[in-house]
């Protein structure tokens, strides 16, 4: 399988974070030097003849600190980032940059991508890679490998990339000749160790014309790129990078220990929010002790049906002719497990009394209530692993029985601490260990509940795999004997915990687009924990990790294996915003309660989000920049009093100038307090900026897996008056736009002329003078004069810029139009305005590109016509079994599903109201899946509803149910999908289906009659 990677807009501003810092460095096609071709052997004078010839190294930064400082402070602004007060200098390098990014959002992509723009830009082209560890090396090369097709129909050129080895020197000769652009991949331990391998780099070698390799390298002047610096930061690590004599340093990670300058951000909040990694679901294992019981019981889940009372499923002991054994049992109200058990003594008493599939609890006569995932009475370590280990199969079948029909290949990853339990040896040979025989029978088990008589893809799937092929173990091997065994463990420092082994990770790495098909019959994964940092399969839907908990590996690295989106068989990334956290949501079965792990886990979250803000007042919001689609918009100290008062006055912060949970809520519910009038123009990024201050309801939504129930389809569904609803409106089309592009340069010729306004260039005059008397640690710290006066002014006239902008270049590939449209809007536009390029260039081209492409969208959507096709929606997209939790669902009459889930107040109130109603026979929330292709993004309406015939006037309506009618509160973009969808249900339907928005019952019944 070929994996496919596409530019995403997030990564392109981690990429654009770096590269603007360095605006107006003369490009350069670098800075050639002799290279130095040593001599034919140590204590000789001769050089080498055919070792001669230029090297090429990166060119100084020729910006004046300043400068840099400057556009540093720039990028921070745009982000809203704190604001360096200086750049921060380090014993090895005078320019620090870091760039946050969660673990499983593509910061290899993105840093391979910085490398290539920087090349582009300003001409750099020597870079090395430091990481801290041979499994993260491995995946780097990995990556370099798998994305250099991607690049090269990008920017239409390759890198050429080596791992460094010291026994082999000579890659660094080309690495230092080539003029192209040359990556150096490097692990810590290969400079920075003790052993003989490491002082290699050091050391004048024969084999390298004497050569030391370090001399060589330093004269490139590279780019380092720190991945994963946090462990890298001991003394002699810091020491020894400093021999490399770096222009720069970038530091990639998604939990900085020490900061430098921060220029990007996207942290676990971030990417939840953007739904850029995988949802997080948790399925706990209680043991508890039941006060002088010792019956063993296992409550493993609840189930409904529509047409039978709940019933669940638990684990118990039987007295059998061969002895007891535990045997799952499907158990109903007025159950008694003495009965059930044969008579065993310690049942006497449990009868069930109560199944509650809301509390997914079940309650016996005795006064035992037993909640789902709790075991009690005789649980054995054993007996807690079987546990884990059926759960985690349960939870693969679940996921797969939806994901396999969507082409998606389910892989479920189990975390071990020793060999042996997997794969043991004796003279016999090779022998299945005890997670490996518990694995097999619990998968039989599972299988025959799963398996149906149909025959389907599925079926024919599951029956053309062996129970002992579909797991196989990755593991250190051992050279002699080659047999699996347990790696050598690190025990102290950064990477404690871990292991260093190439074979295995080797091995995980070379099976990892093989385990994405589904000719391969491995489905689950034993590993090592210590390996743990050499997992991140796409596919990795559920993890298990069979071992005590220890302080070596957080809750937080332990999920982060299994955090990336998930690929189809064709290498497809699924991440459509519409249904991205219905498909990715990672399964982790924990050897504890659900309370604690998401607590243990949250804890973790909060602690590598200490870089974020936690007060929301005037001084924080001050001078940050509002991104408008007209262009940055600075916050004024009035502005920042009033999103003070504005947060104060509606209780959405605290005493603490804290934000409350309340903000969140309401937000989430969309019944936000109106902004004063002088914010309203900037709402959208005013709550932006509010969001970007860190409170604990923002964290990531942690479901416990266990509390969710398939909601069935009911009879209501099988009503005429819903079939013929969707036959009506069950058409896929697709759209054309028909446009003069006069039309669009006239457009955009108007709105340049009226709305380009371009802010001059600032400059601040600092007037000081040196103190009366000065301190030496003053003069040493830059202390020693004082300011007296700032005056800031307006440059009204500009020098010629040493920067060339290719303007008609520049505004052609932000708006995707010809250079001739983009020439002839220029040539259009009032003299005046278009003088003000010479001001300020950069604002220019963003405003005038932002304008472009506002006019572009508007046209696209008044000409845009859909064509029906013969394709329909099939009815899998409401039989799909989807779990919910129910007690979070709206129990219904006249929906579709006995339990309707919304997505605010104002959706719950409707809904409500909607179920009550006389006129009403039907109604259906449409799944996400039913879509409208529109120029601006898939579009899913919210409600198909079907009313009694005779009683309305449009006797069936499609609705999209908002918080607001007001056009200008409603997202310009939600505005383009809503016309787009005006035009394509008038052009597939009849006058009896109406399409449109509204905001309560109350409006809909106005439309309707």
Not at 412 to 441: C, P, T
Not at 750 to 775: M, S
Not at 842 to 870: C, R, S
Not at 973 to 1000: G, H, L, M
Request: glycine share 6%.
């Amino acid at each position: 399988m070929k994996l496919k990677f596409k530019q995403q807009a997030y990564q392109t501003d981690a990429v654009r974070s770096v590269v603007d810092c360095f605006a107006g460095q003369p490009k350069s096609r670098g800075f050639k030097y002799a290279v130095d071709p040593g001599r034919a052997a140590a204590g000789s004078s001769l050089t080498l003849a055919g070792f001669e010839g230029d090297g090429f190294a990166n060119d100084r930064i020729a910006l004046p600190p300043a400068q840099l400082l400057e556009n540093l402070q720039g990028v921070q602004r745009r982000q809203n980032l704190a604001v360096s007060p200086a750049l921060k200098k380090t014993s090895v390098c005078d320019v620090n940059l870091d760039i946050e990014m969660e673990t499983g959002t593509g910061k290899t992509y993105c840093y391979i991508k910085t490398m290539f723009e920087l090349n582009r830009d300003y001409g750099w082209c020597k870079f090395i890679v430091v990481v801290p560890s041979i499994a993260i090396r491995e995946g780097v090369l990995k990556s370099f490998e798998i994305m250099a097709e991607h690049f090269l129909e990008q920017y239409g050129k390759r890198i050429r990339y080596f791992v460094y080895n010291s026994k082999h020197p000579h890659n660094l000769e080309s690495f230092s000749s080539d003029a192209g652009i040359n990556v150096m991949i490097i692990n810590v331990q290969a400079f920075n160790a003790r052993g003989e391998d490491a002082r290699r780099i050091y050391l004048e070698l024969d084999d390298f014309q004497s050569r030391r390799p370090i001399d060589v390298i330093k004269k490139n002047r590279p780019i380092l790129i720190l991945d994963e610096p946090q462990k890298m930061e001991g003394r002699a690590t810091t020491e020894k990078l400093a021999e490399f004599d770096p222009l720069m340093i970038l530091r990639y990670s998604a939990t900085h220990k020490t900061e430098h300058n921060k220029v990007y951000r996207l942290d676990a909040i971030d990417a939840y929010n953007q739904k850029l990694v995988k949802k997080i679901a948790v399925r706990g294992i209680t043991v508890r002790g039941l006060a002088g019981i010792n019956a063993y019981l296992y409550l493993e889940s609840i189930r409904i049906a529509t047409t039978k009372p709940p019933e669940a499923r638990a684990e118990l002991e039987i007295q059998q002719k061969s002895g007891i054994k535990r045997v799952l049992r499907m158990l109903r109200k007025n159950d008694n497990l003495y009965d059930l058990s044969d008579g065993l003594e310690q049942y006497r008493g449990f009868v069930v009394s109560d199944i509650n599939a809301i509390d997914n609890t079940v309650s016996f006569t005795n006064g035992v209530v037993l909640a789902a995932g709790e075991a009690a009475g005789d649980v054995s370590e054993a007996s807690l692993r079987r546990i884990q280990i059926r759960e985690a199969i349960k939870a693969h079948f679940e996921k797969e029985k939806t994901l396999f029909a969507q082409g998606i290949k389910v892989l479920s990853l189990f975390f071990i601490d020793e060999v042996a339990k997997y794969r043991s040896y004796n003279e016999a040979g090779e022998q299945a260990g005890e997670y490996a025989l518990m694995f097999e029978e619990e998968y039989n088990a599972q299988l025959n509940e799963v398996q149906t008589l149909e025959d389907t893809p599925y079926n024919r799937y599951l029956k053309g795999i062996e129970t002992g092929r579909t797991h196989n173990g990755y593991f250190s091997i051992d050279k002699k004997t080659k047999r699996l065994v347990n790696p050598a463990v690190k025990a102290r420092g950064e990477s404690a915990g871990e292991a260093d082994d190439v074979d295995a990770y080797d091995l995980i790495l070379r099976d990892k687009a093989r385990l994405l098909s589904f000719e391969e019959p491995v489905r689950f994964l034993f590993s090592h924990s210590a390996l743990r940092e050499g997992w991140d399969n796409p596919n990795v839907f559920v993890i298990c990790t069979l071992k005590h908990s220890d302080n070596t590996v957080s809750r937080r690295q332990e999920v982060g294996r299994g955090m990336r989106l998930a690929v189809t068989q064709g290498g497809d990334r699924m991440d459509d915003p519409a249904t991205v956290h219905q498909v990715n949501v990672l399964t982790v079965v924990a050897n504890e309660s659900y309370r604690d792990f998401v607590s243990g886990l949250q804890k973790d979250i909060s602690a590598s989000l200490s870089a974020r803000p936690l007060q929301a007042n005037e001084e924080y919001f001050r001078d940050k920049l509002l991104k408008t689609p007209t262009g940055d918009v600075k916050v004024t100290p009035q502005m920042a009093k009033l999103i003070e008062r504005y947060l104060v006055k509606n209780d959405y912060s605290d005493t603490d100038e804290r934000i409350t949970e309340l903000y969140h809520l309401a937000k989430k519910e969309g019944t936000l307090a109106a902004l004063p009038p002088e914010l309203a123009p900037y709402q959208e990024q005013v709550f932006q900026l509010i969001d970007s201050v860190f409170s604990m309801a923002q964290l990531p939504a942690i479901d416990d897996d266990r509390r969710g129930k398939v909601n069935p389809l009911n009879a209501n569904f099988e009503k005429k008056e819903f079939q013929e609803l969707w036959r009506r409106i069950n058409r896929k089309a697709i759209y054309a736009v028909d446009f003069r592009t006069d039309e669009l340069i006239d457009k955009c010729i108007k709105a340049l002329d009226k709305e380009l306004r371009v802010t001059p260039l600032q400059y601040t005059v600092t007037r000081g003078e040196q103190k009366d008397e000065a301190k030496y640690e003053e003069m040493k710290n830059g202390d020693a004069f004082v300011a007296k006066q700032n005056q800031t002014d307006y440059l009204v006239t500009t020098a010629s810029s040493v920067v060339k902008y290719d303007v008609i270049g520049k505004l052609t590939e932000s708006t995707q139009l010809t250079r001739r449209t983009i020439a002839t809007i220029l040539r259009g536009i009032n003299a005046a305005v278009f003088s003000q390029f010479r001001a300020n260039p950069e604002d220019f081209l963003l405003k005038a590109g932002t304008i472009i492409n506002e006019q572009k969208a508007t046209v696209v959507v008044e000409h845009l016509a859909y064509n029906p096709l013969d394709e329909t929606h099939t009815i899998d997209i409401f039989t799909q079994e989807k779990k919910e939790d129910l007690s979070k669902g709206f129990k219904a009459a006249r929906h579709i599903y006995d339990y309707v889930f919304t997505d605010s107040a104002n959706e719950r109130t409707f809904v409500g109201e909607l179920d009550a109603s006389a006129e009403v026979v039907v109604y259906a929330k449409l799944p996400r899946s039913f879509h409208i292709p529109t120029p601006v993004g898939n579009y899913n309406p919210d409600w198909a509803i079907a009313f009694q015939s005779g009683k309305v006037k449009h006797v069936f309506f499609v609705a999209e149910t908002k918080g607001s009618m007001s056009t200008m509160e409603l997202r310009k973009i939600e505005e383009a999908k809503i016309e787009c969808a005006r035009k394509f249900f008038a052009k597939i339907t009849s006058e009896q289906v109406k399409y449109d928005v509204v905001n309560s019952y109350g409006k809909l019944m106005e439309l309707v009659k």
